[in-house]
């Protein structure tokens, strides 16, 4: 709206850190950026990155991949940020400081990562994967990596999102029209008003957020799962996911 000031939208979380700034982290971070874009009047989160790189060096990095984001030790990550998400490689989770993504304001932890082909948990997660008679799931290295987060201390609702979508597409498919692709965005139990306000951000973002409870039912869009990859409308997604059980054989 021309001559308008922005201003948040209600509930519409304010900051957002992310640590990792790979091709996820950056994405991710650009397409937070595009919010004003697709909604007028609405500012886009601030948006902190750390890495395993010094803030000086990264700063030089996102300077060409992420330029609005601002560049954090992982320790001043998530001091005033509302969501924090991990997107760093899922095999080097166990190299993460896990107290450093929670901090006063801190809704909820965002869970990105996906295990691919020889590339899963490292040893220190592998040992939480659920014990099910017949070997593993789908679904069961999600569930591995919210426990040990809540193990090493995670007291907020872990969330799961930006997982379904690749990196190519996360900063470029947002639309302000209809159609609009799907994203899921889960919880467990309890998670609820985390859950909300991430919806709300992916909404800003141009996507359709569909919901969902139970963070193992992720892998039904999870890779090798049957709809990993697919544009889907929010009908067709809320579909696959509430018919998870059936999909992945549980």
């Known amino acids: 709206m021309s001559g308008s000031t922005p201003t948040s939208a209600p509930g519409l979380p304010d900051s957002v850190g992310i640590l990792g700034a790979g091709r996820a982290g950056t994405s ?14 609405t ?10 790189r010094p803030p000086a060096a990264l700063r030089h990095h996102l300077g060409i991949y992420a330029p609005e ?29 896990v107290p450093d993504l929670v901090g006063p ?14 590339y899963g948990l490292p040893d220190d997660v592998t040992s939480f994967l659920p014990d099910v008679a017949g070997g593993s799931r789908p679904g069961d290295d999600t569930l ?16 799961r999102a930006f997982f379904d979508i690749s990196h190519h597409d996360l900063d470029s498919a ?21 859950r909300a306000a991430l919806a709300l ?10 919901q969902f409870t139970g963070l193992g039912r992720a892998a039904v869009v999870e890779p090798e799962g ?10 067709e997604l809320r579909h696959l996911l509430d018919t998870a059980s059936s999909h992945l054989g549980w």
Do not use: C, K
Request: hydrophobic letters at 45%; aromatic letters at 4%; a negative charge.
């Open 28 to 41: 991710l971070a650009r397409a937070l950026a595009r919010i004003p874009r697709l909604a007028p009047g």
């Open 43 to 52: 500012d886009a989160p601030r948006v902190l990155m750390a890495a395993t």
């Open 69 to 97: 984001a601002e560049a954090m030790r992982p320790d001043q990550l998530a001091a005033d940020t509302q969501l924090t998400v991990i997107a760093v490689p899922r095999e080097d989770l166990d190299e993460i400081e």
């Open 105 to 118: 304001r801190t809704l909820g932890v965002v869970d990105l990562t996906n295990s691919w082909g020889g």
């Open 144 to 159: 591995a990596v919210a426990a040990w987060l809540r193990d090493r201390g995670v007291t907020v609702p872990v969330l």
């Open 174 to 194: 947002g639309r302000a029209e209809e159609p609009l692709r799907a994203l899921a965005v889960g919880s467990d139990h309890g998670g609820e008003q985390a």
């Open 201 to 210: 951000l992916v909404a800003a973002m141009g996507y359709a957020p569909v």
């Open 226 to 235: 049957p709809g990993f990859g697919g544009e889907h409308t929010a009908d």
